[in-house]
T-cell receptor, first 119, second 109 residues
């Protein structure tokens, strides 16, 4: 089955612009999470969506927003871009939101990411 | 605050064994994941531990001690393709994943 698809893979923007990134989860996966990855910082959690509802949000400013559609596809938007927003943005899908336990339902499958460069 | 500590970088020799440690201080614990990430690629799932002890999966094993807030990933018979970053992540009391910064493993011939 197809994996998690993220578009675009690479993009270059200038400060002050805005950007929209897209994520198509694995078929049947209803939970989508977004992460920002920068060298030495690890994965920083942005938000998690399930059934079109935001379940959790990380400690990012309001310039970062997202949404999920009825087909579980998700988008994230960053407005008024800053140089520090340059990063790899990863989307991950799972069958269900994190529930703990060893059911495997909350194992994340990641997309290849969208690499954003802000000049 | 919540914190996950992993060594930044490790080097090992092809065919050898390496142990990558992860210590955590989190609000609650509902499991620990290890993911592998090759340069320029997506992280992929390696293992999940929620009970104390060792979980073996081929050349890879993962150990957990909840009382010590400690886990390790053991890689045996190292191959060049094992050169990657290894990410430790803990599920906290709110069922959110808290991620370590990752350990970059370099394998030398």
């Amino acid at each position: 089955k197809a994996g998690v698809t993220q578009t675009p893979r690479y993009l270059i923007k200038t400060r002050g612009q805005q950007v929209t990134l897209s994520c198509s989860p694995i078929s049947g996966h209803r939970s989508v999470s977004w992460y920002q990855q920068t060298p030495g910082q690890g994965l920083q959690f942005l938000f998690e969506y399930f059934s079109e509802t935001q379940r959790n949000k990380g400690n990012f400013p309001g310039r970062f927003s997202g949404r999920q559609f009825s087909n579980s596809r998700s988008e994230m938007n960053v407005s008024t871009l800053e140089l520090g927003d340059s990063a790899l943005y990863l989307c991950a899908s799972s069958l269900a939101p994190g529930q703990g336990g060893n059911s495997g339902a909350n194992v994340l499958t990641f997309g290849a990411g969208s690499r954003l460069t802000v000049l | 605050g919540q914190n996950i500590d992993q060594p930044t970088e490790m080097t090992a020799t092809e065919g050898a064994i390496v142990q990558i440690n992860c210590t955590y201080q989190t609000s609650g614990f509902n499991g620990l994941f290890w993911y592998q990430q090759h340069a320029g690629e997506a992280p992929t799932f390696l293992s999940y531990n929620v009970l104390d002890g060792l979980e073996e999966k081929g050349r890879f094993s993962s150990f957990l001690s909840r009382s010590k807030g400690y886990s390790y990933l053991l890689l045996k018979e190292l191959q060049m393709k094992d050169s990657a970053s290894y990410l430790c992540a803990v599920v906290d009391s709110n069922y959110q994943l808290i991620w370590g910064a990752g350990t970059k493993l370099i394998i030398k011939p």
